[in-house]
């Protein structure tokens, strides 16, 4: 089992290289051992290019060494034809006698049918190795497939004292207070870079005039979602103003809006009467969006949060005392930790032991 363990560890470092490149398909990565050594490796480069499994054989020069050697792979080799051929036929072809699974692949075309497929060739499968880590590796992807949403997580900066601002309206003009620090800023943008839909409600469009964009770190930016209920929001915001990717929501009943039409910018009409959040979620599955990152104020956070809509929150906490001001989201009872950086605290909470391990 130790020996399993450390070829998989390796697994899961290859596929970390893919964090930027593999999205939406999940970050996957494959060695091939024999004899106790490492002959070769490989991981999902990116989305429609080859998969890890058939990075790892094409790099063994020697074919023939395949016939004695244990593959390991950190996700369930697929087994229908999407842009690649399925991986387990290759294996198959290949002779390697033996594999090593760290988690099934929830997705429905998968989903066991890989692990079937190269135990009725005779193949001695061995699955779960390290399975928590290998879940959480691809929590967006595992989360998607199972509930049918994106993984959601919720962020929010405060006060030492609770506040997340010292406007006592979220949607005042008045000057925000800032948290941030240069470099924790800097790591909300690594954030962004990790989801692919970032969302705002009208409040804090009006407040902040944000751009939602990923300036400070590598990686592409979210696609912007703002709830606009009444489709009140000027065209003069940032929001509206760059030509990126943008989708709002607003009432079905709404008139056209001031900024319908501009590049960029998809209205999107629901029927606000009831929950909005499930047809949000249901706009988003439709569009293939794995992951959330909810950066609103505190009434739309905390909306998510009674609705159980999430699976991670990060807070960053700054020293400083505001005494009144808009009031932060009360913190869910679950798996808390936090750590120091630049002199705030930033607290994180993994609702879900199996996602405390993501990057």
Same mark, same amino acid.
Request: glycine share 8%; with cysteine.
């Given at each position: 089992?130790?020996e ?7 697994c899961?470092?290859?596929a970390?290289?893919?964090f ?7 970050m996957v ?7 106790g050594k490492?002959?070769?490796e490989?991981?999902h480069?990116?989305?429609?290019g ?7 054989i094409?790099?063994?020069? $020697?074919?023939?060494?395949l016939? !004695? ?5 950190s996700?369930? %080799? ?6 690649? #051929?399925?991986?387990?036929d ?5 002779? *390697?006698? &033996? ?7 929830p ?14 060739a ?8 390290l ?16 509930? /049918?949403?994106?993984?959601i997580t919720l ?9 997340? !601002? ?22 909300? /943008? ?8 970032i ?22 930016s ?5 709830? !606009? ?26 008139s #056209?809006?001031?900024y ?5 910018v ?11 959040l499930?047809?949000?979620?249901? $706009?988003?599955c ?7 990152l909810i ?16 699976d991670?929150?990060? *807070?960053?906490?700054? #020293? ?14 679950g ?9 705030? &605290?930033? *607290?994180?909470l993994? %609702?879900?032991?199996g996602?405390?391990?993501r990057?």
């Amino acid at each position: 089992m130790a020996e399993d363990e450390k070829y998989m560890r390796r697994c899961l470092q290859l596929a970390r290289n893919g964090f930027y490149g593999a999205a939406p398909n999940p970050m996957v990565g494959a060695v091939l051992v024999r004899e106790g050594k490492i002959i070769g490796e490989g991981y999902h480069v990116c989305c429609g290019g080859p998969h890890a499994e058939v990075n790892a054989i094409r790099s063994v020069r $020697d074919e023939n060494l395949l016939r !004695d050697c244990t593959l390991y792979v950190s996700l369930e %080799p697929c087994a229908h034809y999407g842009k690649t #051929p399925p991986c387990a036929d290759l294996i198959v072809e290949k002779g *390697i006698p &033996r594999v090593v699974v760290g988690c099934l692949d929830p997705f429905a075309k998968v989903s066991g049918r890989g692990i079937r497929k190269l135990q009725a060739a005779g193949i001695d499968v061995k699955t779960g190795v390290l399975e928590e880590e290998c879940t959480a590796l691809n929590c967006h992807f595992m989360t998607f497939q199972a509930n /049918h949403r994106p993984y959601i997580t919720l962020k929010w900066a405060e006060s030492a004292d609770g506040f997340m !601002d010292k406007r006592t309206e979220p949607s005042s003009q008045a000057s925000a207070f800032v948290f941030s620090t240069p470099y924790t800023q800097m790591l909300v /943008h690594r954030l962004r870079s990790a989801h692919q839909a970032i969302m705002i409600g009208t409040g804090t469009a009006l407040a902040d005039n944000p751009t939602l964009t990923n300036r400070l770190w590598a990686g592409n930016s979210p696609l912007r979602l703002v709830l !606009d209920r009444q489709g009140c929001l000027p065209q003069s915001l940032r929001l509206f103003c760059d030509g990126n990717a943008t989708r709002v929501y607003v009432n079905r009943s709404v008139s #056209p809006t001031s900024y319908e039409g501009l590049p960029g910018v998809t209205v999107v009409r629901l029927d606000f009467s009831c929950d909005v959040l499930p047809q949000v979620m249901e $706009d988003l599955c439709g569009l293939s969006v794995q992951s959330l990152l909810i950066e609103g104020g505190a009434r739309l956070l905390e909306s998510f949060l009674a609705a159980g809509l999430y699976d991670e929150i990060r *807070i960053e906490q700054a #020293p400083a005392v505001l005494a009144t001001g808009v009031r932060a989201p009360e913190k869910p009872k679950g798996r808390w930790w936090s750590e120091q950086i630049d002199g705030n &605290r930033i *607290i994180h909470l993994y %609702p879900f032991a199996g996602y405390s391990q993501r990057m």
